[in-house]
T-cell receptor, first 116, second 111 residues
Framework: EAGVAQSPRYKIIEKRQSVAFWCNPI?????LYWYQQILGQGPKLLIQ????????DSQLPKDRFSAERLKGVDSTLKIQPAKLEDSAVYLC??????????????FGPGTRLTVL | AQSVTQLGSHVSVSEGALVLLRCNYS??????LFWYVQYPNQGLQLLLK??????LVKGINGFEAEFKKSETSFHLTKPSAHMSDAAEYFC?????????FGTGTKLQVIP
């Protein structure tokens, strides 16, 4: 079974530029998560999708971050414009069922973003 | 609200020694609890999880954790550390449809 795929693995941009990350979850997984992991911290949930609907985006900085999951499969996360403090690893995860169940989240390798 | 506290951002043990990584949580509802491991430049991998039932949970790579409701703890242990255990470990709580992670503990194994 293929795991969660993410691209690119690394990205370096200058502040005020835009960037987009892509995630392809495990086939058949209805729930998809985007996390931000700043160096030295644990992952912080940005947004959770159930199929193509948003379940939780309470911690997503909506003035600059956006995410979509068209057709309920793969997803993109965009930052526009980027700030220095957005430097982090962006992790995508997927699960069969949403959090609040006993289901396990499977994580991709992450995209490391550096904003100069 | 829910939160996770991992005591000790860095832990060093000798190869063959006991590994003990501490995790305390708070949750307003009966929680699900998880331990994940993260190797450099990789995503998180589930070690073990507690949902309901037996409070001693066994996971992969010889790790286990015990859920203690009275102490609101979910400490991770392994009887004998191996060099390959060197990684960062995250405790997480799922209290009500949202997962909160701790800040992580980096485990160093000394040969």
């Amino acid at each position: 079974e293929a795991g969660v795929a993410q691209s690119p693995r690394y990205k370096i941009i200058e502040k005020r530029q835009s960037v987009a990350f892509w995630c392809n979850p495990i086939s058949g997984h209805a729930t998809l998560y985007w996390y931000q992991q700043i160096l030295g911290q644990g992952p912080k949930l940005l947004i959770q999708f159930q199929n193509n609907g948003v379940v939780d985006d309470s911690q997503l900085p909506k003035d600059r971050f956006s995410a979509e999951r068209l057709k309920g499969v793969d997803s993109t996360l965009k930052i526009q414009p980027a700030k220095l403090e957005d430097s982090a690893v962006y992790l995508c995860a997927s699960s069969l069922a949403p959090s609040g169940t006993t289901d396990t989240q499977y994580f991709g390798p992450g995209t490391r973003l550096t904003v100069l | 609200a829910q939160s996770v506290t991992q005591l000790g951002s860095h832990v060093s043990v000798s190869e063959g020694a006991l590994v003990l990584l501490r995790c305390n949580y708070s949750s307003s509802v009966p929680p699900y609890l998880f331990w994940y491991v993260q190797y450099p430049n990789q995503g998180l991998q589930l070690l073990l999880k507690y949902t309901t039932g037996a409070t001693l949970v066994k996971g992969i790579n010889g790790f286990e954790a015990e859920f203690k409701k009275s102490e609101t703890s979910f400490h991770l242990t392994k009887p004998s550390a191996h060099m390959s255990d060197a990684a960062e470990y995250f405790c997480a709580v799922d209290g009500y449809q949202k997962v909160t992670f701790g800040t992580g503990t980096k485990l160093q194994v000394i040969p």
